[in-house]
C-alpha cells in the first residue's frame, strides 16, 4: 500500500527507538503502560504495526520468516485497553512544527474511529508532542471532534493545545502520566 | 522469536483464509465486527499480527517494503474493542480435537492478560470452534479462569464447554451473533 508518511513515520520511530531508547513519544507510552501493568492500575498495549505479508519462508520446520510484507494504513488508533473497567483508547503523534499540528498525521479511518468511541462511551483522546518545543499535550477525542468539525484548517494551532488540552509533565516512572488526566475526566470511579 | 506452534497456525490460518474465505473462524468473527460496525453497533478489531521487523527497502521515496520479519509471540488477545461503552476482550481457536480443547493453544501471556482483564472488570471470553463437530463455543473468561484453576490438565473437555460455555449458532449476517450472548451477561445497558 502506498502511505507515504505513514510509512516514514513508522520506520522513523523505529530507529530512533533503536538508536535513543527512551527518547520518543512511543517508548515514552510504551514504558508508562509497562509501568501501569506493574502495578496492575490498567492493561493498555500498543497495536502491532499493521502490515499484509506476501512471502514466508520456513528456513527449518519450526521456524517462519516473513520475506515479504507491506505496511498497511491503520483502521483503529493504536493503542487502546482497560481502566477501571473503562475501554480506553488513544493515539500518539510528534510533530517537528512548532506552532501547529498538521492533520495529515491522522489518518481518515482513525478520526472516524475516534469519532466512533467517543459517541459509544470510551475514554478516547489524542497525544500529540511538539519536538521542538518539547511540549506533550492530551487532547480529548471531544475537543479533536470539535476542531475538525468547527474547522476546515488542515493543522490545529498549538494555540487549540494551549485552551484546549492537558500539558503532560515529563516524569521517571511512569514517564508520561497520562492516567492521572484520564482520572479527572472519568472521576473517582 | 522461536515459536513454532503460534507461528504455524497464523501462517495456516492466514494460507485457509486465504484460500476459502468465509471458511474458517477467524473469518466469520471479521465479517461479524464488520457488520456490528456498519450497524453501529460495536467496534470490536481483530489486532494486528504481532511481527518484529528486521529488514525494510526502499525501491521508491514513497514506498516501503519489509524485507525480513519474524513472527513473535502476541502479549494479548488477538480482539478488542468496545461496545455499550464497555471494553471487549477476546480470543478466538479452532481445534480438530473432537474431545477436548488443548490449552497449548492459549499462550501464557494471554492467559495472564484474561485474567487481568477479568479483574478489571472487562468482559473477557473466548471462542472455540471445535471444526470437526462443526461446533462453536462462547466460554467465559471467568469459566475459563476457574477452570485452569482448578485443573491441572492440559485441555478442556468438550463436556466443560457443553456445561458452562455457550454454544454460538452460525448465521448469515452476522456470521457469528457472539454479542447477543455478552448482551445476556451484561444485562440490558
Redo the contacts between chains.
Sequence with gaps: M?Y?NG??RK?TI?ILTHKNRGMTLENDINETNEYY?EI?K??I?K?????K?TK?DYPS???????????TVP??TDY??????????FEAKETKNKTSFPLANIHSHQIE?IK??Y????VVFLIIRFVTLNKTYLLLGKEFINFITDNTRKSIPLSFFEEHAYLLKDGYRPRLDYLKIIDKIIGGI
Tied chains: 1, 2.
Design positions: 502506498n507515504p510509512i516514514k520506520n523505529s501493568r496492575d490498567a492493561y498495549y497495536k502491532p504495526t499493521p502490515i505479508i514466508v520446520r519450526d521456524k517462519a520468516v516473513i520475506k515479504e510484507a507491506f505496511f483502521s483503529t487502546n485497553g482497560i481502566y477501571k473497567g473503562k475501554y480506553i483508547d474511529h466512533n468511541v459517541k459509544h462511551n470510551g
